[in-house]
């Protein structure tokens, strides 16, 4: 690319000057000039007579008539191309003597300055040369007024054309220090990106060696475990794909999701339970005794209890409580705790509360501290009354002989207010038909353990005690303990060997039940009780065989 443009560089030299747009009056050709070169023999003769031969009072004598001059004697051809477009040239072959005409047309051509531009070739090597046009010119009236000879006039032009070579070379070694810059730049960018597609390459190269070697630590593993199976007989223990977090979250979220679509009530099943609404709550409630503890010798009583009854026009309150196993006085500890402890406290507490009287929801935050304020005061009543039933009939009982779970349900048509301390489930149905569970049921670090209201967990009861706000359409609630969770609930989903609890109340259980009661005229409500009853104690294989104590409370807006 470099020497393509220095070849045209010396190959190619013009000059454009700007003419003057004069009015050309050949008539007006002055003979005397055109005599004065007819007996011219030499170019030399010929140049320097014919610019002389132009000047007159109007003339602007620049750099490129100084330089024609100063250099006549090396100068092979002169072009000159007029406004007209034709072409004169003087050659060092015009020895004779030059048609007067031909030199005429020349003469007016630098005398008006009315040509377009002038090309010089000289008889050196170089051969085409480019002159710049000097920004400063020259304006005489005559020569003759300036008093200057010939010799004196030569000696001028020489000054100005040696300005213009020096010109010339300045703009050439500018552009050659331009050249070799973009030259350098150009091959510092094409080096760079040789090296950066050797790099890319190298990359892939490495990507595709470790999977080369992950192939090969595959093959190298498979082939020591089939060894070992031809040594030993035992087959290699398959690795379980250990799955993230995020991938467990998926897991539970896509099992959750098509637990409530598949126990959502639709159009026609929801249309039967919320037509003639005249807001009055019926509610049904049974505890029964579980098959290992009548089983048991001598047989354990019942442990669980429950509770329920309108507050007043604003409020009902269900309760459901299951005495501890392991506590030989739990079924007393579930009875007060159910029928008298925490009703009492409910009704001292939230009495005379605005929010309370006009049977609106409060805040999360203010029922947190309402219930487990409601649940320390129950532990401190129990507390008290084990303390004088010791004194009255001489026993040695500690109030953990009265453990209990707690699960407590404040609610109307608007919301829940929930509280809970141990296991258990409770549930809703709302007006949109959606089947939702009310609580996440307690469970510690052992299988099946719990805790309850008599535990050691008063220093920290916020991490043991949970409250809840459920601010929903209500249609109907549902309060249980442990012992009827799996015939009404999904619970326990082993899915992708992950393990999710659902929490959901089953569609198929509690449909045919809140249909059956909402169907139901207020004469036929009060056999419901001794049908609850047997239902709860036998109503099919799964509830008769339960092993644990079994307690479940519905109730629904009618």
Not at 310 to 329: E, L, P, R, T, Y
Request: with cysteine; charged share 25%.
């Amino acid at each position: 690319m470099f020497p393509k443009f220095l070849s045209l560089v010396s190959l190619t030299i013009s000059l454009n000057i700007s003419a003057f747009n004069q009015e050309i009056n050949e008539n007006q050709m002055d003979s005397t000039s055109v005599n004065n070169i007819t007996n011219v023999n030499t170019v030399d003769d010929t140049i320097k007579f014919s610019f002389r031969a132009g000047i007159n009072n109007e003339t602007e004598f620049d750099s490129i008539y100084n330089l024609i001059l100063s250099n006549s004697n090396s100068i092979k051809q002169i072009h000159i191309n007029g406004l007209n477009k034709l072409s004169y040239i003087y050659q060092d072959s015009l020895n004779k003597e030059v048609n007067i005409s031909y030199k005429d047309s020349i003469i007016k051509n630098l005398r008006y300055k009315v040509y377009d531009s002038i090309k010089v070739i000289l008889k050196n090597s170089v051969g085409k040369l480019l002159f710049f046009k000097s920004e400063k010119t020259v304006k005489v009236d005559s020569i003759e007024q300036k008093k200057i000879s010939v010799e004196e006039f030569d000696n001028d032009e020489n000054n100005n054309a040696e300005g213009n070579t020096i010109s010339f070379f300045k703009v050439l070694i500018i552009s050659f220090g331009i050249i070799i810059t973009l030259g350098i730049v150009f091959l510092i960018i094409r080096k760079f990106r040789k090296h950066q597609r050797i790099i890319n390459s190298l990359k892939l190269s490495v990507s595709s060696l470790k999977h080369i070697n992950k192939t090969f630590d595959e093959k190298i593993k498979k082939l020591n475990d089939e060894n070992l199976y031809l040594k030993t007989g035992k087959k290699p223990e398959e690795k379980l794909h250990v799955k993230s977090e995020q991938e467990i979250i998926k897991i539970k979220e896509r099992v959750r999701k098509t637990s409530i679509d598949k126990n959502s009530l639709n159009r026609s099943e929801l249309k039967g339970l919320i037509i003639e609404l005249d807001n009055r709550w019926l509610t049904i409630a049974h505890s029964a005794i579980g098959k290992n503890h009548i089983q048991a010798n001598p047989q354990i009583p019942c442990q669980d209890n429950n509770h329920f009854e309108s507050i007043n026009d604003k409020w009902q309150i269900g309760i459901v409580c299951d005495g501890a196993g392991s506590s030989s006085m739990s079924h007393y500890g579930s009875e007060l705790i159910s029928k008298k402890c925490i009703p009492n406290n409910i009704k001292n507490e939230l009495n005379n509360l605005e929010w309370f009287d006009k049977g609106n929801l409060p805040t999360k935050q203010e029922w947190n501290k309402l219930g487990i304020s409601i649940l320390k005061k129950t532990h401190d009543d129990l507390s008290s009354w084990v303390e004088q039933k010791n004194s009255q009939t001489g026993a040695n009982h500690s109030i953990q002989d009265y453990a209990s779970t707690v699960i407590v349900a404040l609610y109307n048509s608007i919301g829940i207010l929930i509280i809970n301390i141990g296991d258990g489930r409770g549930g809703y149905l709302n007006k949109t038909g959606e089947f939702k569970g009310l609580f996440t049921p307690y469970s510690g670090e052992e299988s099946n353990g719990t805790i309850f209201i008599t535990s050691p967990i008063w220093s920290e009861p916020h991490k043991f005690i949970q409250t809840d706000v459920i601010n929903d359409d209500i249609i109907s609630v549902f309060l249980l303990s442990d012992g009827m969770e799996k015939i009404t609930f999904e619970c326990s989903n082993l899915t992708d060997d992950v393990f999710i609890d659902v929490n959901i109340p089953y569609k198929k259980f509690f449909l045919p039940i809140l249909s059956k009661i909402k169907s139901l005229s207020k004469k036929e409500e009060i056999k419901l009780i001794d049908e609850w009853k047997a239902f709860i104690e036998s109503g099919n294989d799964a509830i008769e065989n339960e092993g644990d104590d079994k307690t479940l409370l519905i109730s629904i807006l009618k």
